[in-house]
């Protein structure tokens, strides 16, 4: 789960209007941020671990000049913690390709072979957004070696096609191509978002700009008009004119997870309002909380995410809502903060409990998903410390089972509290009295009532479904075995499951 967003302007420099898009996203990673801008003639960057915030400030704007730039904020769910696995890479030849992706590509062993023995090139990083702009690169070589240098568009989309039948995974991609413009393609799948939008530029035609979720078009005063398809690139030339090409065919199948928790609520993704979306898996849950007949005397949120869906359950029961956890705005989301010590220590540093409402009062809470448990295990113990008699849980989305191998950070089963646990187990884990989760049946027609032209969603961490079918056991063996998962799970306590990590 990355953000990328690109500008290309006809009339002024965007390296401010990145800055301002990049805050927009800075939701979906916070380990580190770049930007990269190009005047026509050199290309100029900034890449750092860190927010947006911290690493790019006012002496930065005479620095990234050009009217065309992209920039990426980076959470890791393959390569490591390096400031030099920051966003965006960059290669020489041909042209000159400046990239950033979001997503994950689940083909790389095979593809680091074939980049560094057949192509003869080095990677500096084990990024897998490094090999597929290899992949690019080589593709567009190779398309040059047929139609000549005449037709540098018609190169840069053979590349693509080229690129798009060897690569397996999700990726979402922004790239600055010298001499040529400003590049955005989809895998076939649509798994992971990528909007397209518009402004009127003074005098000189439109503006364009590619975001991974709208929130970072309005700022700026673009409007969107539409979302790219799956298997899609779209060209924006150095004139400002809009070229597209299908790749590739596509098949839309965006991951649901989008809608539960990695999209901001003011987002609409491939049709779909995430706001609504929520709302109506907070009609779907009260359901089953109506059903259970338990006396509830609060509903509350863990916020942030999970308000629209606690909102529509307290509707639909008549049970009252309050605002029982306040939280610290000065403290990243503890599920993307790297390494598991600094989760479980941000827990309590991020939320606190108004004992007004919970002393003496049984609580529901309710939380847009519980991926590894801790989170929700710590606030359990504060809401008990802070008075209440009985504190029931409620998941938004249904049990978090299998590795999500298409770009968020729970690639292995060891991390997940709900593999291989029933609910109660999970229960008792947790320390509720209670404990509900959404089907995934509700959670799918939470969102297809969005857009009801999508006939299927990636769900494969709920379902072990994985929708572009090369998903492998050996694949999955070597997620549990890699170095970076080792190294997260270093510092989970000794007692307890081996998924009890934040």
């Known amino acids: 789960m ?35 801008t190009y005047n026509g003639e050199y290309f100029r960057e900034r890449k750092e671990n860190g927010l947006v ?44 390709i400046y990239l950033v992706h979001n997503g994950n590509i689940t083909n790389t062993a095979e593809q680091r072979e074939k980049v560094t023995a057949k192509y003869s090139r080095h990677l500096r990083t084990t990024s897998d957004s490094e090999i597929l702009l290899n992949v690019l690169a080589d593709k567009i070589s190779d398309a040059i070696k047929v ?8 190169n840069v989309f053979a590349g693509v096609k080229m690129t798009m039948e060897r690569i397996q995974g999700a990726y979402s991609v922004i790239c600055l191509i010298a001499g040529v413009g400003m590049l955005a393609f989809r895998d076939p799948n649509g798994i992971r978002p990528l909007s397209v939008a518009r402004r009127d530029a003074t005098n000189s035609g439109d503006d364009y700009a590619f975001a991974s979720e709208d929130v970072a078009f309005g700022i700026n005063g673009f409007e969107k008009i539409r979302d790219a398809k799956p298997g899609e690139a779209i060209l924006i030339d150095l004139e400002g004119k809009m070229h597209d090409f299908q790749a590739v065919p596509g098949k839309l199948t965006p991951c649901i997870f989008e809608y539960v928790y990695l999209a901001r609520p003011d987002s609409m993704l491939d049709g779909i309002s995430v706001y609504k979306t929520q709302m109506r898996m907070g009609q779907t849950l009260a359901k089953q909380i109506e059903e259970s007949g338990l006396q509830i005397d609060r509903i509350i949120p863990v916020p942030d995410s999970a308000r629209p869906v606690a909102l529509e359950v307290a509707k639909a029961t ?26 479980k220590k941000s827990v309590r540093r991020k939320l606190n409990a108004v004992p007004l409402e919970f002393d003496g ?28 008699k009985k504190v029931y849980v409620a998941s938004a989305s249904p049990p978090v089972k299998f590795p999500n191998v298409y770009g968020i950070d729970m690639p292995t089963k060891q991390e997940l509290i709900a593999n291989g646990l ?12 209670a404990l509900f989760y959404q089907n995934l049946e509700d959670l799918i027609w939470a969102a297809q009532e969005g857009n009801k032209d999508i006939k299927q969603f990636d769900c494969s961490c709920f379902d072990g479904k994985y929708v572009t079918g090369s998903v492998s056991n050996a694949y999955l063996d070597g997620l549990e075995s890699s170095s970076r998962v080792t190294e997260k799970m270093k510092d989970q306590p000794d007692s307890g499951s081996s998924w009890n990590a934040a």
Request: charged share 25%; proline share 3%.
């Open 422 to 433: 029933s609910v109660e187990e999970i229960r008792d884990e947790l320390g509720a009295d």
């Open 2 to 36: 990355c953000g990328i967003l690109g500008i290309a302007s006809r009339d002024h420099e965007v390296f401010a209007e990145i800055y301002d898009g990049l805050l927009m996203l800075q939701h979906r990673g916070q380990d580190a941020s770049g930007i990269v």
């Open 318 to 343: 008549g049970i009252s809502y309050r605002e029982g956890l306040v939280k610290n705005r000065y403290v990243g989301r503890t599920f993307i903060m790297p390494g598991q010590a600094e989760r």
């Open 147 to 154: 139609n000549g240098t005449a037709e540098p568009i018609r």
């Open 361 to 388: 009062h049984n609580v529901l809470l309710i939380d847009d998903s519980i991926v590894r448990g801790n989170t929700i295990k710590k606030i359990v113990e504060m809401c008990r410390e802070a008075g209440a």
């Open 53 to 96: 915030k911290d690493v790019f400030d006012a002496s930065n704007a005479e620095t990234l000049r050009g009217n065309i730039g992209m920039g990426h904020v980076r959470y890791p769910t393959a390569g490591s913690l390096s400031a030099s696995e920051a966003q965006p890479f960059f290669v020489n030849a041909p042209y000159g």
